[in-house]
């Protein structure tokens, strides 16, 4: 009776496995990235079309059937928002991560958003081929990603360049960058640490960066 007992038990668990098995949720497709690689011409990045094509390109051979957008502000007579680019969320990284859930989460818009943080790390902040970015202790350091934003996803107002004259210069000006991997340069944001040194492609290499890009899914759900 004991021998029936084991058997009917292990017969249950095991059914019961495989539906729990069976309801996991399928794999999120990626809809955040860094890019695997810049323009290499610097800040220059044939404005926010061009960034966007980069974004999408890299996409693209990845796989992706989404619609891309780069995470980048603009200053001036019609100034945008990175935020407002970007879509709706939630975002994952090539790897399933889960990224953030909206645009409220992923800039901590609360006080309790905020305490929280978004999950912008060294590991979930990868490229679209899922392969890690250099960070600080890494060589070369890659840490420093174009944003032109401030800590809320939003562009600057003042005199200042903050975005290499709005992604076109490679020569004279100065972008705003975050720290995908949360360290180092005084605070731990990801969107919005410091100023570059100036836009061309060996100041952004001299501060830790290589003129990479936030990438997100516009059309992510």
């Not at 934003?149 to 076109?168: F, I, L, M, V």
Request: charged share 15%; aromatic share 6%.
């Amino acid at each position: 009776m004991k021998k029936v007992s084991l058997f009917l038990a292990a017969s249950a668990v095991a059914v019961l496995g495989g539906v729990a098995i069976a309801q996991q949720a399928p794999p999120q497709p990626m809809s955040f990235f860094v890019t695997s690689v810049g323009l290499g011409k610097g800040a220059d990045l044939g404005g926010l079309a061009g960034a966007d094509k980069h974004c999408q390109a890299l996409a693209t051979a990845a796989g992706s059937k989404f619609t891309w957008h780069a995470y980048l502000s603009t200053q001036g007579a019609g100034a945008v928002n990175a935020r407002d680019r970007i879509g709706q969320g939630p975002w994952f990284s090539a790897k399933g991560a889960r990224i953030a859930g909206n645009l409220a989460e992923l800039h901590g818009d609360t006080l309790d958003l905020a305490r929280l943080g978004n999950s912008v790390t060294r590991v979930t902040a990868i490229s679209e081929k899922g392969d890690p970015i250099n960070g600080v202790g890494a060589t070369p350091n890659q840490h420093d990603i174009l944003t032109g934003s401030k800590p809320d996803g939003t562009a600057y107002t003042d005199a200042a360049d903050h975005t290499c004259k709005n992604w076109t210069s490679s020569g004279e000006g100065s972008a705003q960058l975050g720290h995908h991997d949360r360290a180092g340069g005084g605070n731990i944001s990801w969107n919005s640490t410091h100023p570059s040194r100036g836009c061309s492609q060996e100041n952004l290499v001299a501060t830790g960066g290589a003129g990479l890009m936030y990438c997100f899914a516009i059309d992510a759900k």
